[in-house]
């Protein structure tokens, strides 16, 4: 039924003209987004034609003989457009499944799209990773997420921590300018953790350059000095915080809490999801309760990430 090709740059207008459409996918399935990296790994995604119709597409990346969805986003997976049925997806995978073992891969690891950012429901997929891909889950991480419309109160620490930022007269801004957060950024993460943040600040300033409707900055200013930051990823469901970040002084003052207020309840009440993110440590066994603690204090609540594995 499937013709499956491999990507190939001159594959990009029709690739990205299918993310567009496709009701489980995001920005960061575009090629300008996923190249931006493209030295770090093999790209192997895949496109699924039945005759001259693009009917789904897999982002993917290759390590020996392991087929990984792609290891460059936080989550892949089959990207499908409204017109994929569950019957479809079923054999899809049956003859991906053929198609791998061909190509001498010997182990797939699969990330799917997590539903609070499916525009449709669209978990077609998790069927044939059960049935056919006799798939387990590896790894299971925490995430947290806050029904936007659902208005559930802060806190009571966060509202008073809202209310000293408010008090002290810290100011929330947006702006093109990532230079001064990157560096607290920097210095946070290098203090605490001892590593760098996941993009350079000449990475997320390109990417800033080629979304700028997606990836926005937000600072926090105490006397026009930035004592806190955040990076967010805006989706059409989901409003997501890349990098938070503040300086001692942002911290004292609930400099954070402001932006969270400012950034949800000002900027962007009409979004249903605002996505913390994960708050597991190491393979996803450990859960930061601290950092859980937090999130759900701006009332936030638990959904899962998971990681799938087959052997062919």
Not at 1 to 18: K, N, S, V
Not at 149 to 165: C, G, H, I, V
Not at 210 to 236: C, H, S, W
Request: hydrophobic residues 40%; glycine residues 6%; charged residues 25%.
């Amino acid at each position: 039924m499937f013709e499956i090709r491999r990507y190939t740059p001159a594959d990009q207008p029709l690739w990205d003209q299918y993310v567009a459409k496709a009701r489980n996918a995001t920005f960061m399935f575009h090629r300008n987004y996923m190249d931006y990296h493209s030295d770090r790994f093999e790209d192997h995604s895949l496109l699924f034609f039945v005759g001259n119709h693009l009917h789904s597409i897999l982002p993917a990346n290759i390590v020996g003989t392991t087929l990984y969805s792609h290891q460059g986003l936080t989550f892949g997976g089959l990207l499908m457009d409204v017109d994929v049925t569950a019957a479809d997806v079923i054999i899809l995978f049956e003859e991906l499944n053929t198609y791998l073992r061909q190509q001498g891969i010997k182990k797939v690891v699969y990330k799917p799209v997590p539903w609070d950012y499916h525009q449709l429901a669209s978990e077609e997929d998790l069927y044939p990773l059960f049935w056919v891909c006799k798939a387990r889950i590896t790894t299971r991480d925490v995430g947290t997420v806050i029904f936007n419309q659902q208005n559930l109160r802060w806190r009571k620490d966060r509202r008073r921590r809202l209310r000293r930022a408010q008090e002290a007269g810290i100011e929330v801004i947006r702006t093109d300018d990532f230079a001064p957060f990157w560096k607290v950024l920097e210095d946070n993460l290098m203090e605490r953790h001892q590593v760098h943040p996941v993009h350079t600040l000449e990475e997320i300033q390109l990417l800033h350059q080629r979304f700028p409707d997606n990836i926005l900055q937000y600072n926090a200013l105490l006397n026009g000095e930035v004592v806190a930051g955040m990076t967010f990823y805006l989706t059409k469901q989901v409003l997501h915080g890349q990098y938070c970040s503040s300086n001692a002084i942002g911290k004292e003052y609930g400099a954070v809490d402001a932006i969270h207020h400012h950034v949800i309840h000002h900027d962007f009440p009409h979004i249903p999801y605002v996505d913390f993110g994960r708050s597991t440590e190491g393979d996803g066994s450990i859960l930061n309760e601290g950092l859980v603690a937090q999130k759900e204090g701006f009332g936030g609540r638990t959904i899962c990430y998971d990681t799938y594995e087959w052997e062919l």
